[in-house]
């Protein structure tokens, strides 16, 4: 019979198994972009991604790097971030279309981005109304 003892055992955290996934899996130029930047930028063919551990995925256009959309690919389960952003690496690298089908794709100056400016600024306009109807009662 052999014993183990239980200081032996070392296993890693999920957000370490996700660090060394990570490590094997990009290229040594990806990796150290992620380690100093936060943020691995891929190549494809339609559009160019940065892939952000911080913030959602960037997405500009091939030929004139403007900024085309921002896109967010939700895992189904509580991931480490490491597993979402090599999720995203992965799938844009093998397979664009279906990333761009399956991430939340936002595009920049789209109606999403006009209905949030309007209902900001009724807010805004609506907290100016009632803090200076609050003043007047005051004076």
């Known amino acids: ?24 899996a990009l290229t040594d130029k ?16 339609k559009y160019v991604y940065m892939v952000s ?3 959602m995925t ?3 256009r091939r ?7 921002h896109a967010c690919l939700q ?8 597993d979402r952003v090599l999720a ?3 799938l844009i690298k093998n397979d664009e279309k279906l990333y761009l089908k399956t991430a939340n794709v936002l595009r920049v100056g789209s109606t999403g981005d006009v209905f949030f400016t309007t209902v900001m600024s009724m ?5 100016l109304y009632i803090v200076i109807d609050i003043l007047r009662g005051l004076l």
């Not at 052999?2 to 490590?23: D, H, M, N, Q, W």
């Not at 030929?63 to 959309?69: F, I, T, V």
């Not at 895992?75 to 490491?82: D, G, M, Y």
């Open 1 to 24: 019979m052999v014993s183990i003892s239980s200081s032996a055992l070392v296993v890693p955290s999920p957000s370490g198994r996700a660090l060394e996934l990570c490590r094997c």
């Open 30 to 45: 990806e990796w150290e972009e992620l380690n100093t930047c936060g943020t691995v930028t891929v190549i494809a063919k």
């Open 53 to 55: 551990r911080d913030a």
């Open 58 to 60: 960037r997405v500009f």
């Open 63 to 69: 030929g004139s790097r403007r900024l085309y959309a």
């Open 75 to 82: 895992l189904s389960i509580p991931a480490p971030i490491n």
């Open 88 to 90: 995203e690496v992965l």
């Open 123 to 127: 807010s805004i306009a609506l907290m």
